[in-house]
């Protein structure tokens, strides 16, 4: 019975000893997760201080090259303006040389005095109209008046 006290604690040793084993596998396993987390995070945050860094250099440098886009857009602009005004001003010349636009007020001044002319020949002309409308009323008044009386007179001469 002594042998098998013995073989029953070598047995219960053996067991403990391999949940011991079990156990600290388990726990190196955890501690080996834990591990992993770390630096996968520390290299994660050295990263991320890397590419803050380098962000913030190329915003820097992208801001340097907008500037000088600016400036050149509006150096740019400023020569097309220059450009379309200088050929604006040359279409304005050419279309004046074309139509006189200088004697457009001696023209319509001139216009004026025409239509004025021809006003007064209007009124002249219809006065003389209506003067010899009158002239012919008068003669026709004359000559039936004449008309009438030679008419009386032949009527007298018949009655006497």
Do not use: H
Not at 143 to 153: G, I, L, M, P
């Amino acid at each position: 019975m002594a042998k098998a006290k013995t073989t029953k604690k070598t047995a219960t040793k053996k067991t403990t000893k391999a949940k011991q084993a079990n156990v600290s596998t388990i726990r190196k396993g955890a501690l080996a997760y834990v591990g992993l987390y770390g630096l996968a995070y520390e290299r994660a945050q050295m990263r991320a201080d890397q590419l803050k860094t380098a962000s913030g250099e190329l915003f820097e440098t992208l801001v340097k090259k907008g500037a000088a886009l600016e400036s050149a857009g509006l150096e740019m602009t400023k020569d097309t303006r220059a450009k379309a005004t200088d050929m604006v001003e040359t279409s304005v010349e050419t279309v004046k040389s074309v139509v006189p636009f200088g004697g457009r007020d001696n023209r319509v001044e001139e216009l004026e005095a025409e239509v004025a002319a021809l006003n007064k020949k209007i009124s002249a002309l219809s006065k003389k109209a209506t003067a010899t409308r009158k002239v012919a009323k008068t003669a026709t008044v004359k000559a039936q008046a004449a008309k009438v009386e030679a008419q009386k007179a032949a009527t007298d001469k018949k009655a006497a």
